[in-house]
């Protein structure tokens, strides 16, 4: 499997501007994390999905955040309208939801806002 | 007061020694995982722990459950060990993880 793949690696968009963020988990994994790290605040969970059902939306920072789970092998995390505040790095995670498993990572997308 | 913390946040050393670097929580968890992070990288899942004492080539994580804190040792430290060390925990009937800050480690030639 080539592990959690993020899409695009690098986004560099003008404040105001839709930002989506894509995410493929492992295949046969049922749960799927968003993250962001910044530098002040280091990663924080943003919101976390089981068999494509969001559970835990409570890390999302504002109405102008949102994600979806259309199917078990694809999600995307929107931002509408973005601001320089949203600079970040996001991860997208997935693993098998059950006790105790290792969750993979994506590489990341590095957003600028600018 | 963070659920996790880590320390030291920066850490220098020259190549070849070990490093410890230290991992206290205060909830119950789980697992406690150790992730490592490259400057402009992903993020990698060196360890998941829930007891005991792990190790893989020159790593090597243990956790105290009762005292509520876990190390990373690196022997033999290496310039390719440079990296961010992150802990991570899992709180008991919880799924997400909880984030420690992160430990910078630069290992001098």
């Known amino acids: 499997d080539a592990g959690v793949i993020q899409s695009p690696r690098h986004e560099v968009t003008e404040m105001g501007q839709e930002v989506t963020l894509r995410c493929k988990p492992i295949s046969g994994h049922n749960s799927l994390f968003w993250y962001r790290q910044t530098m002040m605040r280091g990663l924080e969970l943003l919101i976390y999905?089981?068999?494509?059902?969001?559970?835990?939306d409570s890390g999302m920072p504002e109405d102008r955040f949102s994600a979806k789970m259309p199917n078990a092998s694809f999600s995307t995390l929107k931002i509408q309208p973005s601001e320089p505040r949203d600079s970040a790095v996001y991860f997208c995670a997935s693993s098998l939801a059950r006790r105790n498993t290792e969750a993979f990572f994506g590489q990341g997308t590095r957003l600028t806002v600018v | 007061k963070n659920e996790v913390e880590q320390s030291p946040q920066n850490l220098t050393a020259q190549e070849g020694e070990f490093i410890t670097i230290n991992c206290s929580y205060s909830?119950?968890?789980?697992?406690l995982h150790w992730l490592q992070q490259h400057p402009g990288g992903g993020i990698v899942s060196l360890f998941m722990?829930?007891?005991g004492k792990k190790k893989h080539g020159r790593l090597i994580a243990t956790i105290n459950i009762q005292e509520k804190h876990s190390s990373l040792h690196i022997t033999a430290s290496h310039p390719r060990d440079s990296a961010v060390y992150i802990c991570?925990?899992?709180?008991?009937?919880?799924?997400?993880?909880?984030f420690g800050q992160g430990t910078r480690l630069t290992i001098n030639p």
């Open positions: 909830v119950g968890i789980s697992a």
């Open positions: 991570a925990v899992r709180s008991q009937g919880a799924q997400k993880l909880v």
């Open positions: 999905f089981n068999n494509n059902v969001p559970i835990d």
């Open positions: 722990l829930s007891s």
